[in-house]
């Protein structure tokens, strides 16, 4: 499979539930970035890695937990969440960091908390 | 952080050409240009990038004044299927990340 893939696809949690997103990338890439899109906002940043370290954080509640184990792989950990996290998280990898990198999207995941 | 101001939507019918306008005013001098596109329920596409004067390639025009403080977005000849949300974006001074704003809405009739 190649490009960026991202699992699962849809998601309904509710607030006590522990989850975790999945993304990977088949590029090759050294950064990866998670987003969060919800209805009729913006693309809001939330996670930027490079070469497997953090490089960035957009104060997002802890409740959000990434991890990186590898430069192919991303997680997204969820835990104790809001109504208000429902939204569509989208993972991203480019070559690099600097921002003259295209960046390369998921198909994203769908979520949805009760 | 330069921020990106373009219309919230536009509307065209096929086969007409399309020019998005973004304003960038406080654009650094090692920023670049990009535009994405994205289709409901998602991710974003990388559509064009450019620095300076006119990039063009497969799918668009991108077209850059000398002071880099606006750009513009040329689609030839649209479809029903360039039907989307497109975005502007310059880089951040630090260079970590894109900062993607409300973006234009085009919708192309028949």
């Known amino acids: 499979e190649t490009g960026v893939t991202q699992t699962p696809r849809h998601l309904v949690m509710g607030m006590t539930n522990k989850k975790s997103l999945k993304c990977e990338q088949h590029?090759?890439?050294?950064?990866m970035y998670w987003y969060k899109q919800s209805a009729k906002k913006p693309l809001e940043l939330m996670f930027v890695y490079s070469l497997e370290e953090r490089v960035e954080n957009n104060s997002v509640p802890s409740r959000f937990s990434p991890e990186c184990p590898n430069s192919s792989h991303l997680f997204l950990h969820l835990h104790t969440l809001q109504p208000e996290d429902s939204a569509l998280y989208l993972c991203a990898s480019s070559p690099g960091q600097g921002t003259e990198n295209e960046q390369f999207f998921g198909p994203g995941t769908r979520l949805t908390v009760l | 952080l330069a921020k990106t101001t373009q219309p919230i939507s536009m509307d065209s019918y096929e086969g007409q050409e399309v020019n998005i306008t973004c304003s960038h005013n406080n654009i650094a001098t090692n920023d670049y240009i990009t535009w994405y596109q994205q289709f409901p329920s998602q991710g974003p596409r990388f559509i064009i990038q450019g620095y300076k004067t006119k990039v063009t390639n497969e799918v668009a025009s991108l077209f850059i004044p000398a002071d880099r403080k606006s750009s513009t977005l040329s689609l030839p000849r649209v479809s029903l299927s360039d039907t989307a949300v497109y975005y502007c974006l310059v880089g951040d001074q630090a260079g970590t990340a894109l900062i993607f704003g409300k973006g234009t809405t085009l919708s192309v009739s028949s």
């Open positions: 590029l090759g890439h050294n950064a």
